[in-house]
């Protein structure tokens, strides 16, 4: 198990937190909750401990989910790696063939809507009042392909919309049923789901952020801001519970083993990065081939409020490692940063005692 005590674990984080209130952590080691507590506050003045059930948005982590769900109805020979999105799709307006495959590692060469000055504009004006689906492929796709499909890499949230409404279109379920019953169910979890309108963001812990008032104070953004404004959809969920899916995922769990080597084959991503030899891209998953530790794999998450991040080291000191930093604010986009020095010091300690 972990050789860190509890309070080496609180006081790393706590050094981490690039001036975020709080985290919620958890770590397994070979199967087990080796750990699964929060750190710091859940509000600005450090005056309310931040609860260890505390929920909060996983943002893109969600893609690794959303990949998950895509994967088994892949072993049911409902979807096709390999085949079109078009095929599922088919009122989709792009004329150019997308293997599904592609759109899930993102090289099909979608645009995406990130960078574009209007759609912060909208957040920030109206972030009660999500665009549409309809609205975000609207604005996004009539700025065509970024690069012929598999010719290069580019991240798009576009599309894993598209994936989204391809699990809506062959599951016939929302997305948030879909969650419901190929991740949370068979797990036994209670306290992961997918938010949909404001209502959905009761079960939120607050959540800092000075993006959306840049001239303001940093405030609460959780009753504020749309999880529609995610255009993929967007889940939220506990450290403890984020952690038992990730580590259900790489471990055969939940993704069937025969297609856990398609979801880990990497695509070299053209960036540096400071965690990641090779910074690498999977389907639906972040990966480093590089690392000592056999292939690394996860997904950082980052938006209005909250910083996600979720790692799984699959061969440390001959253990697997999962660890995951769910952080109440998106100053610093501290998760991954956590999730990642956590585990780093976690191999470390293991490496020193054996």
Aim: charged share 20%; no cysteine; proline share 8%.
């Amino acid at each position: 198990m972990v050789r860190l005590s509890d309070d080496e674990i609180r006081e790393l984080v706590g050094t981490r937190l690039a001036g975020a209130p709080g985290a919620g952590v958890a770590i397994i080691v070979d199967g087990e909750i080796a750990f699964a507590e929060s750190v710091g506050s859940s509000d600005l003045d450090g005056t309310t401990p931040l609860p260890d059930d505390a929920r909060f948005y996983i943002y893109s982590v969600t893609k690794t989910l959303q990949t998950a769900i895509v994967l088994q109805l892949v072993e049911r020979g409902e979807i096709a790696l390999d085949a079109t999105i078009q095929s599922y799709l088919p009122d989709l307006p792009i004329s150019t063939p997308l293997p599904v495959r592609q759109v899930l590692n993102h090289t099909a060469g979608l645009p995406d809507y990130g960078a574009m000055p209007e759609y912060a504009e909208a957040v920030r004006s109206h972030p009660e009042s999500a665009w549409s689906e309809q609205e975000f492929l609207d604005r996004t796709l009539p700025r065509g392909l970024q690069f012929e499909p598999g010719q290069g890499w580019g991240y798009s949230n576009i599309g894993f919309l598209l994936i989204k409404q391809t699990i809506e279109h062959v599951t016939g379920l929302s997305l948030s049923d879909a969650v419901s019953q190929f991740i949370t169910q068979p797990l036994g979890l209670t306290a992961t789901s997918v938010a949909e309108t404001l209502d959905d963001t009761a079960a939120l812990t607050p959540g800092f952020s000075g993006w959306m008032d840049p001239s303001g104070p940093v405030s609460d953004i959780a009753r504020r801001y749309h999880p529609g404004w995610v255009s993929h959809g967007v889940v939220v969920s506990t450290a403890r519970e984020l952690a038992t899916i990730i580590d259900a995922i790489f471990t055969g769990r939940l993704v069937p083993e025969s297609l856990l080597p398609e979801m880990l084959t990497p695509v070299r991503v053209p960036v540096e990065h400071p965690f990641f030899v090779e910074p690498s891209y999977g389907l639906g998953v972040m990966l480093d081939p590089g690392s000592r530790y056999g292939v690394i794999a996860g997904h950082g998450g980052g938006g209005p409020g909250y910083s996600a991040g979720a790692l799984h080291f699959p061969n440390v000191d001959g253990r697997r490692v999962t660890t995951v930093a769910l952080v109440n604010s998106d100053l610093g986009d501290a998760g991954l940063p956590i999730a990642f020095g956590l585990a780093e010091t976690i191999v470390t300690e293991m490496g020193d005692a054996s």
